[in-house]
């Protein structure tokens, strides 16, 4: 689930707010409650601004509670209106709760609220700074649904009214997140640049770099901003978050799992906080971790976006027709506008699970017709939270589970094996030795799996390709093999061609045999390409000669 975690980078790139009063203590009590939000505290933020309410129920504070739970990782649209509507019955005249209000239309889908929070800065006759800000906030706080244009000129405007005082390091932040929106990464690191001085905590500012340079998949100068915040700060938790998204690019999986730890360590227990840190485990295919996290908040939460989540964990599980009803229940209960296209791709997969042991053939015609349908949504939008066509190949074929492979032939050379890879999954040499081993005895479940797994180590050593679809073709999941051996193809440097000639003959040949009942096309190029390597391949020159009479 590659799109769950690069991205939620604007959680990180919303900073703290620095609001002048009268009272000191006062003051200072608002920035701790809004320095938390930043750190991802969502919990201590809003027993903060609760305090607040009770010390003093003004239309400030209550904008204050209602903008936590639009800013926590997936936002409570219903008790940021309540706050919000709090507010405004404090100060019929509250323009920052009339921006709150304006915000979750906007984050529901509705557009118009563009135009209503440009009418209520209009109102506010662009007099105070922070008003200028939470708008600009606001049309830069949803992926997407925003307006950068804008929120850049109500920024412009605030730093201008704040720079009679100091102008607070988050217009900027805010600034930035906006030039990132508008795909400007130059303005955007400006924006940070300028942050950097000005920030009391400057891990905030060098995580916000970080996110922007792996965004602009700058990888080398990603992890040196990332690791310049933990340097700083050890203790602030969105710095490990970024560094758990880069290290599942890199499929650095137990690194990730310890940046997981670590931001878990360092947030706090507010649910829609453990429901983000669910995610991130899913994504780092850790699927144990993910349904211990989630179990332990699941009735927490009330948002739907739980079920989408368990759905997800269910399919990886087998379990399709559960799966099923928790998709169900999460299109049912959510607004449309959160409907994604790897969720319709996901729909299409259970489907497709569902399919497969369906007896009534007219039900199965109609679900097999569904996942080509839902799948093609997921792929037309180039979404790559799943490798589709080889899911789907491995629905068809029986994808090997760690259940097949432990009930299948074994040996004490393959149990001590296993032994060792357990104790370090990051063993190669013994992940290697493991996959051959159970090749050896035709456990081919077994060795599927432990292929899969060096190749998530080492996602450029294309022979792990090689021998995944050698395995899915012994285990007779053809569709799986054709997928697995284009990938070995593909990851060959063109410098080690010479060196994997003979492999490369042979993958070219096996796509071509299984490609030439259903594209003619493609077996006769891949033929073509065998023989070019190879022209005494005997199988090659064989198949050759039967598709192009």
């Known amino acids: 689930m590659k799109d769950i975690m690069i991205m939620n980078v604007k959680k990180i790139a919303f900073g703290a707010a620095v609001v002048f009063f009268a009272n000191f203590s006062f003051a200072q009590t608002l920035q701790d409650g809004i320095n938390s939000i930043d750190s991802d505290k969502f919990a201590q933020a809003k027993t903060n601004f609760t305090d607040m309410i009770a ?24 008790k940021a209106t309540e706050s919000f509507n709090k507010g405004l019955a404090a100060d019929n005249k509250s323009y920052l709760n009339k921006i709150g209000l304006a915000a979750v239309k ?70 930035g997140d906006a030039y990132r929106l508008k795909k400007i990464p130059g303005d955007a690191m400006t924006a940070y640049d300028k942050a950097l001085p000005l920030a009391k905590n400057k891990a905030s500012v060098y995580a916000r770099m970080g996110t922007l340079w792996m965004a602009a998949q700058q990888w080398k100068l990603a992890k040196e901003n990332i690791d310049k915040a933990v340097g700083v700060d050890a203790t602030y938790a969105p710095a490990y978050k970024a560094l758990a998204a880069y290290d599942i690019k890199y499929q ?47 009735d927490k939460i009330d948002d739907p976006i739980k079920f989408k989540l368990r759905a997800y964990q269910l ?79 491995k629905i068809a074929g029986g994808g090997a589970t760690q259940g097949s492979a432990d009930s299948g032939p074994t040996n004490p050379t393959i149990e001590g094996l296993k032994q060792k ?95 030439k009942d259903s594209d003619i096309a493609k077996a006769k190029d891949y033929v073509a390409k065998s023989l070019q390597l190879d022209p005494t391949y005997q199988d090659a020159v064989k198949l050759n000669g039967e598709i192009n009479k």
């Open 55 to 78: 010390k003093a129920p003004t239309a400030e504070n209550y904008f204050y509670l209602g903008n936590t739970f639009l800013r926590q990782g997936e936002p409570d649209f219903a």
């Open 106 to 175: 906007l984050g529901k889908g509705d557009k118009a609220a563009v135009a209503e929070i440009q009418k209520i800065v209009s109102d506010s006759r662009e007099k105070d700074a922070e008003v200028l800000f939470r708008a600009a906030e606001a049309l830069t706080l949803f992926e997407k649904n925003n307006s950068p244009d804008l929120a850049i000129q109500f920024l412009n405007k605030a730093i201008e009214r704040a720079q009679k005082k100091e102008v607070p390091a988050n217009y900027y932040y805010t600034l």
């Open 252 to 298: 650095q999986n137990d690194k990730a799992t310890q940046d997981l730890i670590n931001y878990t360590k360092y947030a706090d227990e507010d649910p829609y906080t453990q429901l983000e840190i669910s995610k991130l485990y899913f994504t780092n295919e850790d699927y144990t971790n993910s349904k211990a996290v989630l179990d332990k908040i699941f």
């Open 315 to 393: 399919y990886a599980d087998g379990k399709y027709a559960e799966a099923k009803q928790n998709m169900d229940s999460f299109a049912s209960q959510a607004d449309k506008s959160r409907m994604q296209p790897a969720d319709q791709g996901l729909q299409g997969l259970i489907a497709a699970g569902l399919a497969k042991d369906e007896k009534d053939a007219a039900k199965k015609t109609a679900l097999t017709t569904e996942a080509q349908q839902k799948v093609a949504i997921a792929k037309a939008a180039k979404d790559e939270t799943m490798k589709w066509d080889m899911e789907l190949a």
């Open 421 to 515: 890879v357990a104790a370090n999954t990051q063993d190669t040499d013994s992940l290697f030795k493991l996959a051959t081993a159970y090749q050896d005895v035709k456990n081919w479940n077994g060795a599927i799996l432990t292929w899969q797994k060096m190749s998530t180590l080492l996602p450029d050593w294309a022979p792990a390709y090689y021998s995944q679809g050698y395995s899915y073709q012994q285990a007779g999941n053809n569709d799986a093999a054709k997928i697995a051996y284009e990938k070995f193809i593909s990851t060959v440097k063109p410098a080690d061609t010479e060196a994997n000639k003979q492999t490369l003959a042979y993958a070219y040949f096996a796509v071509a045999y299984m490609s």
